[in-house]
């Protein structure tokens, strides 16, 4: 999916022109040509399959051939490794920078796509473009900016549309690369939490039951119900009992149980004033 070329500088005369001189484009901290760019370090969970999903959708609106490129194979490998997703490992790992490099047309000489197909690639790599700007440096934005101006300036053939389309395409995969370096990691798919490690021994006419929580983040389906996992309830034969969870996400509870012979324990939180179970339940033999 990705092809090897030489980057270009984004730092161009026009960006230079606009807003005149070299302090406003380096932030006056850094040499001119160095881009400055916003760290992103974590990118979470939701704005990774955003980013997938704008790749999808960008690879969905394009002609057969791009369509094929950006296909479930492609978005595959981005869910297996989210963190290669942003940066280039080997050249075998599809990364959502080199999703823009397939909108270049390089791989047939002589060959120019006729204005119907133009015009649908080109819809799909400024969805893409929409999808990052923000991301992207202020200077890397004005500079992309005036190479997609240069596009809509041209469209009237075939071969200058390439040609600008083809200068657009390898800027904004620079500036792509650029943000890419930014990020360090990408949040975790949630895990659903669970009650472990629970026991229950007996004492006297009493029953005490210990056990832990995973402290993950909150599924989904666990937002829907709670915004914190802070309860655990606690049940045996004569009934529920409520505590909450220690800061080393654990707990201890003493029932009142002479004759019971197994309890059960799950997790959840407050929904309002309502306890909300978000674990599954555990049950366990009262020893």
């Known amino acids: 999916m990705n092809k090897f070329i030489v980057r270009t500088a984004l730092t161009s005369v026009t960006a230079l022109a606009l807003f005149g001189g070299a302090d406003i484009l380096t932030n006056g901290s850094v040499s001119l040509g160095q881009t400055v760019v916003a760290q992103a370090k974590t990118v979470s969970r939701s704005q990774f399959l955003s980013d997938v999903n704008a790749v999808q959708k960008a690879g969905l609106m394009s002609t057969d051939t791009i369509k094929g490129e950006l296909g479930i194979s492609t978005i595959k490998a981005f869910l297996a490794d989210p963190l290669a997703a942003y940066g280039e490992t080997n050249p075998e790992t599809p990364t959502i920078a080199g999703a823009v490099l397939d909108y270049q047309n390089l791989n047939t000489p002589g060959y120019f796509r006729d204005q119907d197909a133009f015009d649908q690639d080109y819809a799909a790599v400024m969805s893409l473009y929409n999808h990052f700007k923000s991301r992207l440096t202020k200077s890397d934005q004005i500079a992309l900016d005036t190479y997609k101006g240069d596009v809509d ?5 075939e071969r200058d549309n390439d040609f600008k389309l083809n200068d657009f395409c390898e800027n904004f995969f620079s500036a792509l690369e650029d943000y890419d370096e ?7 798919a949630a895990k659903a939490n669970k009650v472990y490690s629970v026991k229950a021994r007996k004492q006297g006419k009493y029953v005490v039951v210990t056990g832990k929580v995973t402290n993950n983040r909150l599924t989904k389906s666990a937002l829907a119900k709670t915004k914190k996992l802070n ?3 606690v049940t045996s034969y004569r009934g529920a009992k409520y505590l ?3 800061k080393k996400n654990t707990f201890k509870i003493k029932l009142y149980a002479p004759k019971a012979k197994s309890v059960k324990a799950n997790a959840g939180g407050l929904n309002g004033s309502k306890y909300a179970s978000i674990t599954k339940t555990v049950k366990v033999a009262v020893r």
């Not at 300036?153 to 053939?157: G, R």
């Not at 930014?182 to 975790?188: A, D, E, F, G, L």
């Open 182 to 188: 930014t990020v360090t990691k990408v949040q975790p």
């Open 153 to 157: 300036a041209v469209k009237n053939t």
């Open 231 to 233: 309860r655990v309830k």
């Open 244 to 246: 909450k969870i220690s």
